[in-house]
Each structure stands twice: as C-alpha cells, then as structure tokens.
C-alpha cells in the first residue's frame, strides 16, 4: 500500500493525491492523514481571507488594495500528531507601512509560523523521549515510521537540546524569589548516575509548598557528598534572591542540610523524614524483631495527636530500650523533630512527615540514569534532572486543605491538628 497524501501543489488544497517515499500506510492513517492536510489547507485559506477582509479598505493613491492575496509559499512538510503533513500555505502582500517606524506591516499566521516544522507537541514530546530514555540514534528508527517523515529527528538535533536545557537551568537558578512564599520545604539530596559514568551527581534539591498550596520546585543545584557548607550555598543563594524563611523544613536527619539551615534561617522549625528514620531504626535491629518494630513505630508517626505519639515513644523505648539501646536512641534523641507535624493542621501530616514528595519526584531522574550511558558534563547532567522534574511539575497536587497554609504562615495555632482560634484559651486544658 502507498503513503497517499494530497499533493501539496494544488492551488485550492484539494487531495490530487501522490505517491510519496516513506512507510506503508494502512488506510485509516492515509485518511487520517489526509484529512489533516485538508483541514489544515482549509483553515489557513480562511485566516488569510480573514486578514484581507479586515484590511479591505485601506488602499493606495490609484485605489489599489494594500492587502490582498499573493500566491502560495514554498510546499513544506510538517510533522503533526497525525503525522507528516504536506503544506502549501497562502502568502499575503502586505504594502502598508508602520508610521512610526517606517517599515512595511507583515503577515504572520497564527496556525502555522513561517519557521515551524513541528507542532508544539511534537516539540515538546521529542526532549520527553529523550528524557525517559530513548537514546539520540533512535528517534530515527523509532519515529520515522511512525510519523511517516525522519525530518527534525537526527541525533544532532536531538543533542543540540541540551545546549536549550543548560540555558533554561542557569536562568531558573538565577530567576527572583522575592514575591513567592514557600510555607513549608522538602530537602533531599539525590545521587544519580545521569549521563555520568565516572562520578555519580549529588543533587542538592528543595521543593516547597507556596501560600495557596501548590508545591514548586525551588532550587536543584550540584552539591558535593550533601555537605553542610554546600547546603549553606543554596541556601545563601535563595535568600539573597528573596527567598523568605520557611515555617517548617522536612529532611533526612544525615543531611548536612540542618546546619546549614540553623544559619540561614534559624527561625525555620525542623521535621526529620520518618521514611529514613523508619530504614535507619530497622537497620539497628535484627531482622527477627522487624515486624514488632514496624507496627511499633507506626503508632509513633500515626497516632491520633502528639499527645498518644509520645506515649508511642515510650512504650517503643519500654520495648527495645534494653536490648537494643540504638535502636532506641534514634528515636528518642530526635522526638522534637520526628514530632514537629504534629503542630501543624491535621490534613498536612501527610505531607510533612517524609520527603516522599522529592523521592517521588526524582524516580523519574533515576529511571532515565539507569538508562543513559556515556560520558556527559555535569551541566549536562544538572540540566537533564531540571527538565525531569520541570515535566513533572505540572503533574503535581496541592497539598490537601490547601488553604491553610496561609493560615500556617500567619502563625495560627494548630491543637490536635484542629485551627485554634483562641489559643490563649483552649491551651491550659490541653496543658492539663
């Protein structure tokens, strides 16, 4: 069977159709495809004689349209989601001339640009493919045939993406932080392999919850080995940048995130993640006592308020105090931090407890770092992990009861994970 097409020279769009070098087609894709041309040959006639008919009064000294019809362009290809489509686009005359500057008025079509040869989403789903793991040299093999055209697909092109992905990286760590307020912070440090085969990049990242709910990735940089003076850079950069003190920070407790916390905002209240706590508690303990462990530490970070998590607390050091004091101190020596959601609303618990919202967000990063091979710089490397995350970005949820963030941020006091509204009042009975 033959890739049948409307052959792009016909003045009027019709489908005289040829026979074109490329994949066998079945039927529907050939109707599909020429569907696609003639919709589009359509709609490019009537956004040309739209723009004619508006200007159909203005004319020259001997009366002469000074918009009117002039031709076809060049035919060219252009790849869609239906495919490879062929194009003849009107081209409009344009005589009159801008007053203020003197140069002459150009017509510029909205649906298909002079330098387009792929559609918005086929741009943005080529670096997606990329991303997630389809190597340079296979875009070729792997959407020729199925867009039924190889142009815009070789490896240097696709490479050249990268170059675009560094700019865009340097720009958002450059951008001002000034007139957003993140409520709440998730700090990780990430080890990934992107594009590395020597040395693994450690990446320095924080994702916070804005005033309205949303979370946002705030920064990614590339740290060294998670080391407190490296935190402290990104952390001094965000503030010179406007970045302002966030209520609660959410981390793992080996980070050397912390201190470099307590010097750049020391106002901020610190939550240690019960994910790692949970690995590092387990690690301390014999595989036999897991079970009792897990259940034991779930009373912990699940309980109905701070009041029964601190009796979960003494009741696991009741239990595993004697015979593995480690285990126990892991837990004890950090009860203020591993508590600290507890004095905030009852539907962000979820949320504050772990740096799952980071671990989650760089599964991604690492899927696409088990895939890549082959020397890379870390520019590179930081600039692929930014474009992962920013794709992901727009998957991500507000947080839940999103409006009481601001309410967090205000400083309103949270009972039991319920709004006070008068904490003078309500708080001796919870003393008593």
């Not at 489908?15 to 074109?20: E, G």
């Not at 946002?216 to 080391?227: C, N, S, T």
Request: charged share 25%.
């Amino acid at each position: 069977m033959l890739n049948v097409v409307p052959e792009a020279g016909n003045r009027d769009g019709s489908a005289a159709p040829v026979a074109l070098a490329g994949p066998v087609l079945s039927v529907i894709d050939a109707i599909v495809r020429e569907g696609a041309q003639q919709m589009l040959a359509a709609a490019l006639r009537a956004e040309v004689a739209a723009y004619c008919a508006q200007f159909a009064d203005e004319r020259d000294e001997n009366g002469h349209r000074l918009v009117v019809r002039n031709g076809y362009h060049e035919p060219r290809e252009v790849t869609t989601c239906a495919g490879a489509v062929a194009v003849h686009a009107p081209r409009i005359n344009d005589r009159r001339v801008d007053t203020e500057t003197g140069e002459r008025h150009r017509f510029s079509s909205a649906i298909l640009p002079p330098w387009a040869r792929k559609t918005p989403q086929i741009e943005q789903v080529l670096p997606l493919l990329y991303l997630h793991g389809l190597s340079s040299g296979d875009f070729v093999p792997a959407l020729g045939q199925f867009l039924g055209s190889t142009k815009g697909l070789s490896s240097s092109t696709i490479t050249k993406m990268t170059e675009t992905w560094q700019a865009e990286q340097k720009a958002f760590a450059a951008r001002d932080l000034s007139g957003v307020d993140y409520v709440y912070v998730w700090a990780d440090g990430i080890h990934v392999n992107v594009r590395l085969e020597e040395t693994k990049l450690c990446l320095l990242v924080l994702i916070g919850v804005r005033a309205d709910g949303r979370k946002e990735l705030i920064a990614i940089d590339d740290g060294y080995r998670q080391a407190s003076e490296s935190w402290a850079d990104l952390l001094r950069d965000a503030k010179r940048r406007g970045m302002r003190a966030p209520v609660l920070a959410i981390g793992d407790g080996a980070l050397g995130f912390w201190g470099a916390l307590r010097e750049v905002f020391p106002e901020t209240n610190e939550q240690r993640c019960w994910f790692h706590k949970i690995a590092n508690v387990l690690a301390a303990l014999p595989k036999s006592a897991h079970p009792g462990a897990k259940k034991a530490l779930a009373e912990i970070w699940n309980a109905e308020d701070k009041g029964h998590a601190l009796a979960a607390v003494k009741a696991f050091e009741a239990a595993y105090g004697a015979k593995f004091p480690k285990a126990a101190a892991k837990i004890t020596g950090d009860v203020e931090e591993l508590l600290a959601f507890y004095d905030y609303p009852a539907e962000h618990w979820v949320h504050l407890r772990t740096t799952n919202p980071i671990e989650s967000a760089f599964a991604t990063v690492r899927h696409r770092s088990k895939i890549t091979k082959g020397p890379g710089s870390r520019a590179a490397g930081m600039a692929m992990a930014f474009k992962l995350i920013e794709s992901a970005q727009d998957r991500w949820r507000a947080v839940n009861a999103p409006h009481l963030v601001a309410l967090v941020r205000a400083g309103a006091t949270f009972i039991k994970g319920k709004l006070v509204e008068r904490p003078g009042e309500e708080a001796q009975p919870e003393a008593a």
